[in-house]
């Protein structure tokens, strides 16, 4: 099993770009999480969704969107990127319900907005 | 309101010596808790989790944790430090809501001294 894969593993964009970041799966888990990572305040969460077809706020939403159409695929898109939103972007995924159960991360995606 | 605080941002420790790194919770529930590693540009990985069975928690590579909820702390040790253990360090708390939230602590970095 691959786990938790992201695509595309790094990417640069303008101001005023816009991009998709793609999530997949394959242990069949029906929560996913997108965070963002920056220096010094561990993860935040951006959307998360419980089950396909599903999707939600988190802390940080403004500026993104996201799609889950299929269970095993989570997309996280920037309409119009702005610096501010240079990170590493981590996906997360888990099986069901239950703050026993651990979340399951992907590589990261590095995003640098100039 | 769930916290979490690292009471060291960077540990610098020489091979083969004690590993100690801090973390301190609050939450209003009785919470499951994690340890995570991030090796440098690497997604984050499982050490150990507590979820209110046993408060002494084993983990991998030799890493185990104490739950103490009196003093509401996680500290992650390991009696040796390896070369391969230089990483950040995250603590987290998760609590049971509609998505099962968790808290990431801002990190630990630690380094390891040939």
């Known amino acids: 099993n691959a786990g938790v894969t992201q695509t595309p593993k790094f990417r640069v964009l303008k101001t005023g770009q816009s991009m998709t970041l793609l999530c997949a799966q394959d242990?069949?888990?029906?929560?996913m999480y997108w965070y963002r990572q920056d220096p010094g305040m561990g993860l935040r969460l951006i959307h998360y969704?419980?089950?396909?077809?599903?999707?939600a706020k988190g802390e940080v939403p403004d500026g993104y969107n996201v799609s889950r159409l299929k269970k095993q695929n989570f997309l996280l898109g920037l309409e119009s990127a702005a610096p501010s939103q240079t990170s590493v972007y981590f996906c997360?995924?888990?099986?069901?319900?239950?703050?026993?159960?651990?979340?399951?991360f992907g590589p990261g995606t590095r995003l640098t907005v100039l | 309101a769930q916290s979490v605080t690292q009471l060291d941002s960077h540990v610098s420790v020489s091979e083969g010596t004690p590993v100690l790194l801090r973390c301190n919770y609050s939450?209003?529930?009785?919470?499951?808790l994690f340890w995570y590693v991030q090796h440098p540009n690497k997604g984050l990985q499982l050490l150990l989790k507590?979820?209110?069975?046993?408060?002494l928690v084993k983990g991998i590579n030799g890493f185990e944790a104490e739950f103490k909820k009196s003093e509401t702390s996680f500290h992650l040790t390991k009696p040796s430090a390896h070369m391969s253990d230089a990483a950040e360090y995250f603590c987290?708390?998760?609590?049971?809501?509609?998505?099962?939230?968790?808290?990431f602590g801002p990190g630990t970095s630690l380094s390891v001294i040939p």
């Open positions: 997360a995924s888990k099986g069901g319900a239950g703050s026993y159960n651990e979340q399951f």
């Open positions: 987290v708390v998760s609590e049971e809501t509609s998505y099962d939230k968790v808290i």
């Open positions: 969704s419980v089950g396909e077809g599903t999707t």
């Open positions: 507590y979820t209110s069975a046993a408060t």
């Open positions: 939450s209003s529930y009785s919470p499951s």
């Open positions: 242990m069949n888990h029906e929560y």
